[in-house]
C-alpha cells in the first residue's frame, strides 16, 4: 500500500507557506521562506518529488500552483509538472496543467483506492483541508516538516483549533541556513 506523505513548509510560529495570504502580499510572504534554503535542503525536497508517485491537492493548492510550476525551469519544477496530478474540488470544471485529474465525489473514498494502487508513494504539498481530512481520517502516514528560523505572525496556522494528532518523530534533519527538517509519523 503507498503511503501518503504531507510535506509543508512552516515558520516558526506555525505560520505555512502561502497560506491564507491575500494576492497582493502573497509573493512578499513566500519570498520570506526562500533565503534560508540552501542547496542541500532543495537537493532534500527534489529527492523527495523524485521518489513519490503523484501528488494529491485540493482547488487552492491546484491553482496556486498552476501560477508557478509550469514556467520555473529547474529540476524541481520539472519533476512536479511531469508528476501525475490528482486534484480533489467540487467546485473546479475542470483542470489543464498536464497530468492533472479532477477528483469529484468522497475524497476519503477516493484517496483510500489511490492509496490501494501500486506504485510510489502519494505526496500533499501543505497542510490544508485535503491533509487536515486525511489526518481526520487516518490515511496521512508522514507529515514532514520543513521549520523555517522566522516569525510571520500573522496567516494560516499549521492546525486549526481542535485539532488533534499523535505523532511520532522519525527522522530529523537540519540545513545550514537554519531549516529543520522534521519528519512524524502519526499514531493512530
Same mark, same amino acid.
Given at each position: 500500500? !503507498?503511503?501518503?506523505?504531507?510535506? %509543508?513548509?512552516?515558520? $516558526?510560529?506555525?505560520?505555512?507557506?502561502?497560506?491564507?495570504?491575500?494576492?497582493?502580499? !502573497?509573493?512578499?510572504?513566500?519570498?520570506?521562506?526562500?533565503?534560508? !534554503?540552501?542547496?542541500?535542503?532543495?537537493?532534500?525536497?527534489? *529527492? /523527495?518529488?523524485?521518489?513519490?508517485?503523484?501528488?494529491?491537492m485540493g482547488r487552492t493548492t491546484?491553482? *496556486?500552483?498552476?501560477?508557478?510550476?509550469?514556467?520555473?525551469?529547474?529540476?524541481?519544477?520539472?519533476? &512536479?509538472?511531469?508528476?501525475?496530478?490528482?486534484?480533489?474540488?467540487?467546485?473546479?470544471?475542470? +483542470?489543464?496543467?498536464?497530468?492533472? @485529474?479532477?477528483? !469529484?465525489?468522497?475524497?476519503?473514498?477516493? &484517496? @483510500?483506492?489511490?492509496?490501494?494502487?501500486?506504485?510510489?508513494?502519494?505526496?500533499?504539498?501543505?497542510?490544508?483541508?485535503?491533509?487536515?481530512?486525511?489526518?481526520?481520517?487516518?490515511?496521512?502516514? +508522514?507529515?514532514d516538516l520543513s521549520i523555517h528560523?522566522?516569525?510571520?505572525?500573522?496567516?494560516?496556522? $499549521?492546525?486549526?483549533?481542535?485539532? %488533534?494528532?499523535? $505523532?511520532?518523530? &522519525?527522522?530529523?534533519?537540519?540545513?545550514?541556513?537554519?531549516? +529543520?527538517?522534521? %519528519?512524524?509519523?502519526? /499514531?493512530?
Open positions: 500500500m !503507498r503511503k501518503i506523505i504531507a510535506h %509543508t513548509v512552516v515558520s $516558526l510560529d506555525g505560520v505555512f507557506e502561502g497560506a491564507a495570504i491575500s494576492e497582493e502580499n !502573497r509573493d512578499r510572504h513566500i519570498s520570506r521562506f526562500s533565503p534560508y !534554503r540552501d542547496e542541500a535542503y532543495l537537493l532534500y525536497e527534489l *529527492d /523527495q518529488a523524485l521518489s513519490c508517485g503523484a501528488l494529491l491546484y491553482e *496556486d500552483f498552476t501560477k508557478i510550476w509550469p514556467g520555473r525551469p529547474d529540476p524541481w519544477s520539472d519533476r &512536479v509538472n511531469a508528476m501525475p496530478k490528482y486534484v480533489f474540488s467540487s467546485m473546479l470544471e475542470k +483542470v489543464e496543467w498536464n497530468n492533472s @485529474t479532477l477528483v !469529484r465525489g468522497d475524497v476519503i473514498a477516493e &484517496v @483510500t483506492k489511490l492509496k490501494q494502487q501500486e506504485g510510489r508513494d502519494l505526496l500533499i504539498y501543505g497542510h490544508g483541508l485535503l491533509a487536515e481530512t486525511l489526518l481526520k481520517h487516518h490515511l496521512l502516514d +508522514v507529515l528560523p522566522l516569525v510571520l505572525g500573522q496567516g494560516k496556522q $499549521l492546525f486549526r483549533q481542535g485539532e %488533534t494528532a499523535a $505523532l511520532k518523530l &522519525v527522522a530529523t534533519k537540519s540545513f545550514s541556513k537554519g531549516i +529543520v527538517n522534521l %519528519t512524524y509519523e502519526p /499514531q493512530y
